[in-house]
């Protein structure tokens, strides 16, 4: 409206002159921030990506130009390198913050500069200048724990720590294994090598027995060269070997007050026993597992306690009808134990017996049968 | 236009436009085959598979081979959309289906049967999921061809159905013991119990199942219900065939409290009791043209053995069962010795068949009886044995010394008369090792069982275990005069499993060679269940060369892992 004033008010006075003129708007710089990163530390070979903020008062598009430089402190200009490792020409800046200056001595700052223009030219005064400190990369750091055998007290757990350090290298970072035990009890730890999973991470192993019950700890702490350490905490809680579970039974149990006829000769079996560490079928090849053990026994048509069949020591017993008469009731039982032999306190007259938590963890079961 | 032609036109153009629409997709049959590599003696699975079939459809099946129709059954209860048939013979069998209640095609493929693989190995893999899984149970044949391991996944456990139902007699509820046995998979049975209502549930095949019905009633018959469905109305257990007859000694004088029982077709009957005459009086499920096998055992104070006999009786008409002649001796004052020295306490099993000690008619049909003898009686303090009844018989003692001591006697002749003393001899030593076939060195910690055969099983001797040491030696002591069918295996399977049957202390060779294991793998699963089944039992069984609880041994078995996969070895047949 002014131009429109001005060019009226020019027309007006000199209408009686021949002719009008207009001038052009003038075109304003536009003006330039970055926008900081997040306060948390950068690390060499961090990615970082940064965004211009722009205003131009005429509403111009902008055009960006970044530089970066990898610098030591204070990230002067004489403080950098003279090429910058990348630049950029839209609004967002993506880089990777370089381990090694072109000399090859380690980056320990950043000088980020930004330059703008607008349509027409106009460039933005002063230019924005980032300098970002950049710190040793402490190395990365994960941790697991696996165990065969329930963690149960007094087996092989195998501890693992996969580190990397992208500035330092895989190969300059060393790792502990620190263990806390729970009352004073004694452990061992030895270490083992483990292949690489790649050619960043290296793996280190270690195989961690216990020889209490209770919460362990084992905090494993990875250091680089300078000194900058992760620490990871495995935690395990270690327990005292479980009595072993009769996970299969064959044939059928009958329930409380019915009898299973016998009609020809019977292999009564225990085809799975589940345990922490004494099963049955047996498992091939490890040296800690071992195999349940069987105690059959019989109470014969007379009543009376059950008596071991003696050398019955596998997971079936043959009951041959042909043994009995007619109509008796002969009751077959089976007992199962592992290498801590608990004695199963149950009373004689009890089908069945636990010793364990849950209940429904059966070390006895009796079969109530009746030769036909 | 006039107004025909007009109409003519309209009629045309709604003809050609038709009241419905646009014609759908069309229906496609197609029939698939499970095991696709079908062997003979092998059931296979037929099942049709329609794709845009409308409605609810019914299927029409028909096999044939070599120009005859094969037998078949409907694989579901509720749909005949799948069948079974079991080919008897190698060569091409062409099945055809037609779908019924739609507009499909009919189809038909041609299977190809094979011979059983005469170089491989027949076997039978048995499945028994986890109780918590509530799933039947698999078994079925297995062909295992030689040269190398082999993966048999996926495993698939039906997941079945929960079939309920009831047994009755005379309208009152009956408890009982059931069996219930899948077609076309009869070595998998469930067993379940009828409650005193009479109700019983269990999850089975989706099949039609044999059921035994064993009432605890042991005065009511057993009876097997052919092709029963979940779902079928309560099983009725019948009154059944009332049998009669009577029990004689050699003098012709009735033997009481003499136990009678029948199988009939492979049912036992309700066990009858003889009167003070020998007259008995029992309940049996008879199907006609079945053999029948009458079993008596008296009373142990008679001294008279048990009777066995097997014919087509007609059980209609009075039995009678008849002792030879041979004296009853008395056992009381026999010592029980070894090397002259008394053995207190000795538990003395006298076992003992003998044939043609009786006879048993049905007045047309007679056939000779075999006596068995089992009798099981301790020795004294003095090493002596109580006043006992027994038949003048042929016997074997086998003594148990001790519990861990057995011992075999020789024959004991008691028709000519009574020893003075049942000699045992004492146990023998033997050594043993065994060694891989692949790396020619012993195998450390090797097993071997023992399973009793012959007398020992007969007086219910128990199974061996020895492990072998470091040089998977094995040496140990075994009743003299006892017979083992001898049972190697390798828990590290670096030796497959090896069976040496009839062995002795004397006859047990020093070294076995374990076969080359040939490993068979698998996971399970369970169709609509994604999580894996662990803790299953995986058992591989024999399935011929075998009789009675010898089938049921497995030759390799395992337990699912957590991700429900099993490894099982077993001897390599090889190639040729």
Same mark, same amino acid.
């Given at each position: 409206m002014k131009c429109l004033a001005l060019l009226v008010a020019v027309c007006g006075t000199l209408a009686p002159l021949a002719g009008c003129f207009y001038v052009d708007p003038i075109n304003q710089r536009p003006s330039l921030t970055i926008d900081q990163p997040s306060s948390d530390p950068i690390y060499r070979a961090d990615h970082l990506t940064l965004t211009a903020r722009a205003n131009d008062p005429e509403g111009q598009y902008i055009s960006y130009r970044w530089r970066a430089y990898a610098c030591v402190s204070p990230a002067e200009p004489a403080d950098c390198d003279r090429d910058p490792i990348t630049t950029g020409t839209t609004q967002t800046f993506p880089f990777d913050v370089p381990i090694h200056r072109a000399d090859g001595s380690p980056t320990e700052a950043m000088r980020i500069d930004l330059e703008g223009s607008d349509e027409l030219g106009a460039t933005s005064k002063p230019d924005p200048v980032l300098k970002l400190a950049v710190n040793n990369r402490p190395p990365d750091l994960a941790t697991r724990k696996t165990s065969r055998y329930s963690y149960v007290v007094g087996t092989p757990v195998e501890l693992y720590a996969e580190v990397t350090d992208l500035d330092d290298g895989r190969d300059a970072v060393t790792v502990t294994w620190t263990v806390s035990a729970p009352s004073q009890a004694a452990h061992d730890l030895v270490e083992f090598a483990v292949p690489d999973p790649d050619a960043i991470h290296h793996t280190y192993g270690a195989r961690f027995t216990p020889h209490g019950t209770g919460e362990w700890t084992v905090d494993v702490t990875a250091t680089d060269p300078?000194?900058?350490?992760?620490?990871?905490?495995?935690?395990?809680?270690?327990?005292?070997?479980?009595?072993?579970?009769?996970?299969?039974?064959?044939?059928?149990?009958?329930?409380?007050?019915?009898?299973?006829?016998?009609?020809?000769?019977?292999?009564?079996?225990?085809?799975?026993?589940?345990?922490?560490?004494?099963?049955?079928?047996?498992?091939?090849?490890?040296?800690?597992?071992?195999?349940?053990?069987?105690?059959?026994?019989?109470?014969?048509?007379?009543?009376?306690?059950?008596?071991?069949?003696?050398?019955?020591?596998?997971?079936?017993?043959?009951?041959?009808?042909?043994?009995?008469?007619?109509?008796?009731?002969?009751?077959?039982?089976?007992?199962i134990y592992d290498r801590n032999n608990v004695t199963l306190l149950c009373p004689d007259g009890d089908a069945t017996c636990s010793m364990s938590t849950p209940s429904t963890c059966l070390q006895r079961q009796t079969w109530r049968t009746v030769m036909r | 236009m006039s107004r025909a032609v007009f109409a003519l036109v309209l009629a045309a153009m709604a003809s050609a436009c038709g009241a419905e629409g646009p014609p759908g997709p069309q229906c496609d049959v197609g029939i698939t085959f499970s095991p696709a590599d079908a062997i003979t003696g092998v059931q296979v699975r037929a099942t049709a598979v329609v794709t845009n079939g409308v409605g609810v459809l019914d299927y029409d099946w028909q096999v044939r081979h070599a120009g005859a129709d094969v037998a078949f059954t409907s694989a579901q209860t509720s749909s005949s959309q799948a069948i079974v048939f079991t080919p008897a013979e190698a060569g091409t069998y062409d099945v055809r289906v037609s779908i019924v209640g739609a507009s499909c095609p009919d189809a038909s493929s041609t299977l190809n049967v094979m011979d059983d693989n005469p170089h491989g190995l027949s076997v039978r893999l048995h499945v028994t999921p986890p109780p918590d899984l509530d799933v039947p149970p698999l078994d079925k044949r297995l062909s295992i061809s030689g040269g190398g391991d082999v993966d048999i996944s996926p495993v698939t456990l039906e997941r079945g159905v929960r079939a309920s139902g009831s047994v009755v007699s005379a309208g009152a509820g009956v408890s009982a013991y059931l069996r219930l046995v899948p077609a076309g998979m009869p070595d998998a049975p469930v067993e379940t119990f009828s409650d005193a209502t009479g109700?019983?549930?269990?999850?089975?095949?989706?099949?039609?199942?044999?059921?035994?019905?064993?009432?605890?009633?042991? /005065?009511?018959?057993?009876?097997? +219900?052919?092709?029963?469905?979940?779902?079928?109305?309560? !099983?009725?257990?019948?009154?059944?065939?009332?049998?009669?007859?009577?029990?004689?000694?050699?003098?012709?004088?009735?033997?009481?409290?003499?136990?009678?029982?029948?199988?009939?077709?492979? &049912?036992?009957?309700?066990?009858? *009791?003889?009167?003070?005459?020998?007259?008995?009086?029992?309940?049996?499920?008879?199907?006609?043209?079945?053999?029948? *096998?009458?079993?008596?055992?008296?009373?142990?104070?008679?001294?008279?053995? #048990?009777?066995?006999?097997?014919?087509? +009786?007609?059980?209609?008409?009075?039995?009678?069962?008849?002792?030879?002649?041979?004296?009853?001796?008395?056992?009381?004052?026999?010592? =029980?010795?070894?090397?002259?020295?008394?053995?207190?306490?000795?538990?003395?099993?006298?076992?003992?068949?003998?044939?043609?000690?009786?006879?048993?008619?049905?007045?047309?049909?007679?056939?000779?009886?075999?006596?068995?003898?089992?009798?099981?009686?301790?020795?004294?303090?003095?090493?002596?044995?109580?006043?006992?009844?027994?038949?003048?018989?042929?016997?074997?003692?086998?003594?148990?010394?001790?519990?861990?001591?057995?011992? =075999?006697?020789?024959?004991?002749?008691?028709?000519?008369?009574?020893?003075?003393?049942?000699?045992?001899?004492?146990?023998?030593?033997?050594?043993? #090792?065994?060694?891989? +076939?692949?790396?020619?060195?012993?195998?450390?910690? &090797?097993?071997?069982? !023992?399973?009793?055969?012959?007398?020992?099983?007969?007086?219910?001797?128990? *199974?061996? #275990?020895?492990?072998?040491?470091?040089?998977?030696?094995?040496?140990?002591?075994?009743?003299?005069?006892?017979?083992?069918?001898?049972?190697?295996?390798?828990?590290?399977?670096?030796?497959?499993? +090896?069976?040496?049957?009839?062995?002795?202390?004397?006859?047990?060779?020093?070294?076995?060679?374990?076969?080359?294991?040939?490993? &068979?793998?698998?996971?399970?699963?369970?169709?609509?269940?994604?999580?894996?089944?662990?803790?299953?039992?995986?058992?591989?069984?024999?399935? *011929?060369?075998? /009789?009675g609880v010898a089938c049921d041994r497995p030759i390799a078995e395992a337990a699912t892992d957590d991700l429900g996969t099993f490894s099982l070895a077993v001897p390599d047949p090889g190639t040729r």
């Open positions: 300078l000194g900058n350490a992760t620490t990871s905490q495995l935690t395990l809680e270690v327990a005292d070997d479980r009595p072993p579970c009769l996970a299969q039974l064959s044939p059928i149990v009958p329930p409380a007050g019915a009898v299973l006829p016998l009609t020809e000769p019977t292999l009564f079996s225990a085809p799975v026993v589940i345990d922490d560490l004494d099963v049955y079928p047996p498992h091939a090849g490890d040296p800690v597992l071992g195999t349940a053990r069987f105690v059959w026994s019989l109470q014969g048509p007379s009543g009376g306690p059950h008596v071991a069949v003696a050398g019955a020591t596998t997971n079936s017993l043959v009951i041959d009808p042909t043994a009995y008469q007619p109509g008796d009731v002969v009751e077959v039982r089976v007992e | 109700a019983f549930s269990a999850r089975v095949l989706d099949a039609p199942h044999d059921v035994l019905v064993i009432p605890t009633d042991e /005065t009511l018959a057993p009876q097997i +219900f052919a092709g029963w469905n979940p779902g079928d109305p309560p !099983l009725e257990l019948a009154t059944g065939q009332t049998v009669s007859g009577t029990v004689r000694d050699s003098a012709n004088i009735g033997v009481a409290n003499a136990k009678v029982q029948l199988v009939i077709g492979g &049912v036992p009957s309700a066990i009858g *009791t003889t009167t003070a005459t020998g007259a008995f009086t029992l309940h049996a499920a008879s199907p006609p043209g079945a053999d029948v *096998t009458v079993t008596v055992t008296p009373p142990a104070a008679t001294g008279l053995p #048990r009777l066995v006999a097997t014919n087509t +009786f007609a059980v209609n008409q009075a039995l009678t069962v008849r002792y030879a002649s041979f004296p009853i001796r008395n056992l009381g004052g026999v010592h =029980v010795r070894r090397g002259g020295v008394a053995q207190p306490g000795a538990r003395v099993s006298l076992v003992g068949e003998v044939a043609s000690e009786g006879t048993i008619t049905d007045g047309s049909l007679t056939s000779q009886a075999t006596a068995v003898i089992r009798a099981t009686i301790i020795a004294d303090g003095a090493g002596a044995l109580p006043p006992t009844a027994m038949p003048g018989l042929t016997v074997t003692a086998v003594v148990a010394v001790s519990p861990s001591d057995l011992a =075999v006697s020789s024959p004991i002749a008691l028709g000519t008369a009574v020893p003075a003393d049942i000699v045992v001899p004492a146990m023998s030593s033997f050594t043993s #090792r065994a060694q891989a +076939f692949v790396t020619g060195v012993a195998i450390p910690g &090797v097993t071997l069982e !023992l399973l009793p055969i012959g007398d020992l099983a007969a007086a219910g001797a128990p *199974t061996l #275990r020895f492990t072998g040491d470091a040089t998977g030696q094995i040496t140990g002591l075994l009743p003299t005069g006892g017979h083992y069918d001898a049972r190697w295996s390798d828990a590290e399977a670096i030796g497959a499993p +090896f069976v040496d049957p009839d062995v002795s202390a004397q006859t047990i060779a020093s070294m076995y060679v374990l076969p080359k294991p040939l490993f &068979v793998t698998g996971t399970l699963s369970v169709p609509g269940n994604p999580n894996p089944v662990p803790r299953a039992a995986v058992q591989i069984l024999p399935r *011929t060369m075998c /009789t």
